[in-house]
């Protein structure tokens, strides 16, 4: 079996939002909505006070609550641990909005463009892939995954299965694999590093795991 | 500053408290039918509010879907609360369209049939209870909201929800009053007196269950402590403690009570106006609790979220408060407009 997972190692993080514009590239998200985003503070007092990134995404979790408040299935869990949204079946309820204690989902209210004009010819291509009055969340950039897979290729190991934010990354902050398989990078990390999920109490078991907390949050 | 939930709106707020009040009146309905009211106006205002009250709330559920015409996919999930809700919906939106066909208008097979009547009446009961406490559950599983999570927040609408579901067949009765004439007149008033004094019990429990909620949230953890706070002190603080505490529970709970249990001897017309007033003032708390709960909805989320955050009540909040009399009024002239359909009193049967 194979659990696609994420570890981000936060001290090699510096906060220049490459995963936030690799992720609007790969994916091609309407203006307003962010499938990789940040969240930026503060932390401690002068002289010791320093700013922090937490860079967040779809925690893809094990026990999705998403999955389990969406009434009409189109939010739901694939084998390989993926959570992702059947716009067929999404009526737009929002229920998985208030569910998701990690505020990864995102209401297509109306396609917006970047553009007070309205839609650029590119936007209007790379917009065809949304849909209007669905919810919306990151895939783990699902269709690198699916054409790397059956192209042979090892989601994690080669850059062409690998999800956009992770390929991206200047300061390797991020390491994407299988969690089932023990001898992966991701695996091996993940102990090496205790690295932990965020809000781990709420019981959603994420599949994105986050090392190197010094106090934030 | 806390952002106040802006995901569920106005739409959602309506459709909780017009399910509520709908179930409310057609509890009322049958308590009043079982209990043998002289006048039977009270169980009918009930059954004719009900159902219709409950589908025009689902109507506005229904326009709140980004995706309205894929509906029909909302029975696939049963862990889904949205699911349940659905099913238990559709079930009491059917009794109480059957009971209503059946008993007011068009057919009045129901009239004499009392067996059929009664047993019809029980299973829309318990839909009826279903319905008033889903709408509490839905907001009640949603663990990333702390402020909803909690088994009182099913209890609180379950109490507003039969209080409310009084509140309109008193209005109702009140709006009857001066249709009718001699003896209906007096068992109307009747009706009116034992209703209040009942309703008065509900709205002071009603009461304690929001100073009980407020005081378990409070140290429900910090993020709950917040949605208190945006009740009690923050923006929602002049509609949550003026329009619904004040307004829409005290001054009520005073003026059902001197209506119900008041031994000096008033006037009718004080009473019907006394009556009509405290109605109107607890609809409006229904829905103003209905939309401070939601708004107060603080989530675990917050710090994740890059939407614009919605600091305060707009334009439109306070609109949608004013929009309560103007449609109560609305429906008081259409009442006068519309014949009064003929109502057997419970003597001449």
Sequence with gaps: MTHYGMLIKLERCVGCYGCT?????ENKTTKGIFWAAAIEGETGKYPNARRYYIPTLCMQCENAPCVDVCPTGASHKRADGIVLVDYD??????YCIQACPYGARHFMESIQGYYPSGLTTWEKRAYANHRQGVVEKCTFCVQ???AGVKAGLKPGVDREATPACVNTCLGRARIFGDLDDPNSQVSQEIIKLHAMPLMPSLGTKPSVYYAGFKGEM | MTPLQSTWGWLIAWYLFLAGVGAGAYIVSVLADFLGFKSRLASKIGVALGAPLVLVGTILLFLDLGQPMGFVYIFNNPSSMITIGSAILTVFIIIGAVHFGFWIWP?????????????????GLVFAFGTAIYTGILLGVVQAIPFWNSALVPMLFLISAVSTGFASVILGLAIYYSRRTGEEQVHILESIKSLA?????????????????????????????????????????????????????????????????????????MLVALSMLSGVLLLAGGLILRQSVLAAGVSEAVPFMIQTPVYSL????????????????????LSRVIPAPKVVTAKKA
């Design chain 2, 314 to 333: 707009n334009l439109l909040d306070y609109a949608m408060i004013l929009a309560f009399p103007i449609l109560l009024l609305l429906v008081y002239g």
């Design chain 1, 89 to 94: 079946k999404c009526i737009g309820c929002k």
């Design chain 1, 21 to 25: 514009a690799a992720c609007k590239a």
């Design chain 1, 144 to 146: 690198r995954i699916d």
């Design chain 2, 197 to 269: 004094k009942t309703d008065a019990v509900l709205v002071g429990a009603e009461l304690l269950a929001i100073l009980f909620y407020l005081a378990v949230e409070s140290s429900s953890g910090p993020i709950a402590y917040e949605s208190v706070q945006l009740l009690v002190s923050g923006a929602l603080a002049p509609v949550f403690l003026g329009g619904l505490v004040a307004f829409g529970l005290i001054v009520p709970l005073a003026l059902e009570s001197y209506e119900g249990f008041a031994e000096r001897k008033m006037s009718s017309a």
């Design chain 2, 107 to 123: 057919f009045k097979l129901l009239e004499k049939a009392q067996a059929a009547r009664r047993a019809l009446s029980l299973l």
